[in-house]
């Protein structure tokens, strides 16, 4: 499975990106699709998986950051609304078999994109 993110870039706090994540390859393999993020020194920490049954989302998204996946497509998105300051990051792009899987085993990842949130 490889899986391509885009869509990051700089953006004013209060703005809005949206990450898009394409996977190709043996799709048949994902189940779950999501992103993770992360800063220098700090490890990658949940933004938001999306699987057949629902969403699941990091504590701090508190309703600014909404996942949706087009399965016809093969692509995850992420629209990330309000954004602050904080969210600046690497943004992951990642896949698995399902979310237990994705906890216990190495899952799919793709190169990370760059949010920069900055006035």
């Known amino acids: 499975v490889q899986l391509q993110a885009s869509g990051g870039g700089l953006v004013q706090p209060g703005g809005s990106l949206r990450l898009s994540c394409a996977a190709s390859?043996?799709?048949?393999?994902?189940?779950?699709m999501g992103w993770y993020r992360q800063v220098p020194e700090k490890s990658r920490e949940l933004v938001a998986l999306?699987?057949?049954?629902?969403?699941r989302y990091g504590d701090f998204v508190k309703g600014r950051f909404t996942i949706s996946r087009d399965k016809a497509k093969n692509t995850a998105y992420l629209q990330m609304n309000s954004l602050k300051p904080e969210d600046a990051a690497v943004y992951y792009c990642?896949?698995?078999?399902?979310?237990?899987?994705?906890?216990?085993?190495?899952?799919?990842w793709g190169q990370g994109t760059l949010v920069t949130v900055s006035s």
């Open positions: 999306i699987t057949d049954a629902g969403t």
């Open positions: 990642v896949a698995a078999l399902s979310i237990p899987v994705l906890q216990t085993t190495p899952p799919y």
């Open positions: 390859g043996s799709v048949f393999r994902i189940n779950v």
